[in-house]
Structures are given as structure tokens and as C-alpha cells.
């Protein structure tokens, strides 16, 4: 028999939890049946090799007669072997860089339009914006020969 490797990153405890929840119900057959994933497909998310999305987690939850908050807390305190606010920080410190945080729609409204910016600014500005890095902009098109 194989020696059962223990769960190291998040996403392998959160499948480790959402396999133990599902036994009682079939194991992972049953979680196949839940919708069109195959049998491989439910041994790479419950091995952690493939993230579950939240939308899966969301069918698992209410499928096992849980809720995604109290599967992913589980998740949280067996990879801090400690409390969730230990596993969120262990995840944080651990899983890689966040993103930014997104803009509040309080700074959205305040944000100055292009129109009532200042040169400087719409230069600045212009280095955020993906459609303002074409070579050709702010420029006549060559005349067809």
C-alpha cells in the first residue's frame, strides 16, 4: 500500500478536506457525478495539483450540505496546523505576491478625466494605459504610395 503524502500547500489541504467530506457520499465518483468533470480531473483538484474555482467550490459546499466559508476555514486551520487568521497569513506569506488592491469607487469618482488634465500628467497617465502604448498614436498615417 502507498504511503499517503500529506498535504503541504493550500490548495492541497482545501481538496484534502473537500475528499474527506465527500467519502461518506461516494468519495470521488460522487464528485465527478456533481458535474462534467471526469474522474482525472476530480484527482487533480482534490490532490491540489489544479486549484478548485470558486464556482466548483460553490457546488461541492452544497452538495456536501456545507457552505464554502466553513470549507475553506477547515482548508485554513490544517495548513497553519493553527487558527484561519494564522492560516490567511501563513497563505499570504507563503503562495506569492498579492495583486493590488482594487480602486475604490470613492477614488474612481475623484480621478480626473483626460480633459482636465495637465500635459505632465497625460504623459504619466498615458504609461498606465494599455491602448496608449501604440507606437502610431498621436501621429499622421503615411500616405499610401
Known sequence: MAIRKLPETFDQHLGSVID????ARGGRPW?????????????????????????ELEIVAAALGSSPATIVSHALRNYANST?????????????????APVSLTEHR?????????EDELDAFKGEQAANTDPELGRDEPEAP
Do not use: H, Y
Open 20 to 23: 474527506g467530506l465527500a467519502k
Open 31 to 55: 464528485l465527478a457525478s456533481l458535474t462534467d468533470w471526469s474522474e482525472g480531473t476530480v484527482e487533480r483538484r482534490v490532490t491540489g495539483r489544479t486549484e478548485f474555482t470558486v464556482k
Open 84 to 100: 484561519e487568521q494564522d492560516g490567511v497569513a501563513k497563505l499570504l506569506r507563503e503562495e506569492g505576491p498579492m495583486s493590488a
Open 110 to 118: 475623484t480621478r480626473k478625466k483626460p480633459s482636465e488634465m495637465t
